[in-house]
Structure formats: structure tokens, C-alpha cells
């Protein structure tokens, strides 16, 4: 049987005869009878998600700066700031010790204790 088939018996059949009142209160009847869906209650934790957004940021932050504290490159620039320091402390001697060499009247000594 197809939707056409279906539908003309349909129309075919008698409707039965109701009083006035009834069609009055059928829809409130139909109500009544529906079965009522409850919807479930479930607690939000809205505490959670922000936790967790904040761990992420937190934890993003702390490898920014582990990173940025043990680069490699750091490591370098320490290393050739420690060396400058070294070449600026071997300058300044030697400015003294050219001075200290121009005032001995003695020779070489200066340059034999250097």
C-alpha cells in the first residue's frame, strides 16, 4: 500500500459523531496524557574550565621562561660578556704595566715579572 492508497481510505472512513464540548476539550485532554520530560538536572563546575585555562597559561608562561633563562644562545652571550670583561681587565693591566715599563729606567725587569 502506497501513501496515495493510504490516504484515500482514510478519507473514506466515517468520522464518529462527538458533541461540541469534546472538540472544546480535547486539546487540553491530549495534554494532560502527554507524558512530561523532566530535564535532567547536572551541576556545572564552572570552576573547572577557568582552572584549566589558567594551568595552560600558567604552564606556557613557565616554559616561556625556562626557555628564555636556558637558551643556548644566553649561554653564548654570557660566555663572550665573561670573555669581554676578561680582555677589558688584560687591557687595563697592560695600559699600567706600559706605564710602570716607560718609567723604569732599569731596562726589562717589568716585562721579565709580567
Given at each position: 500500500m502506497n501513501?496515495?492508497?493510504?490516504?484515500?481510505?482514510?478519507?473514506?472512513?466515517?468520522v464518529?459523531?462527538?458533541?461540541?464540548?469534546?472538540?472544546?476539550?480535547?486539546?487540553s485532554r491530549v495534554?494532560?496524557q502527554?507524558p512530561?520530560e523532566?530535564p535532567?538536572?547536572a551541576?556545572?563546575?564552572?570552576?573547572?574550565?577557568?582552572?584549566?585555562?589558567?594551568g595552560?597559561?600558567?604552564?606556557?608562561?613557565?616554559?616561556?621562561?625556562?626557555c628564555?633563562q636556558y637558551?643556548p644562545?644566553?649561554?653564548v652571550?654570557?660566555?663572550?660578556?665573561?670573555q669581554?670583561?676578561?680582555?677589558h681587565?688584560q687591557?687595563?693591566?697592560?695600559?699600567?704595566?706600559?706605564h710602570?715599563l716607560?718609567?723604569n729606567?732599569?731596562?726589562?725587569?717589568?716585562?721579565?715579572?709580567?
Amino acid at each position: 500500500m502506497n501513501d496515495f492508497e493510504l490516504e484515500s481510505k482514510l478519507k473514506s472512513l466515517r468520522v464518529p459523531e462527538r458533541p461540541e464540548e469534546y472538540w472544546s476539550d480535547f486539546p487540553s485532554r491530549v495534554r494532560v496524557q502527554l507524558p512530561r520530560e523532566r530535564p535532567e538536572f547536572a551541576p556545572q563546575n564552572a570552576w573547572r574550565p577557568q582552572f584549566a585555562w589558567a594551568g595552560g597559561f600558567a604552564l606556557a608562561v613557565a616554559l616561556v621562561l625556562v626557555c628564555v633563562q636556558y637558551h643556548p644562545l644566553q649561554t653564548v652571550s654570557l660566555a663572550i660578556t665573561k670573555q669581554q670583561h676578561q680582555f677589558h681587565a688584560q687591557l687595563a693591566r697592560l695600559d699600567t704595566g706600559l706605564h710602570k715599563l716607560m718609567l723604569n729606567t732599569d731596562g726589562m725587569g717589568y716585562l721579565l715579572n709580567e
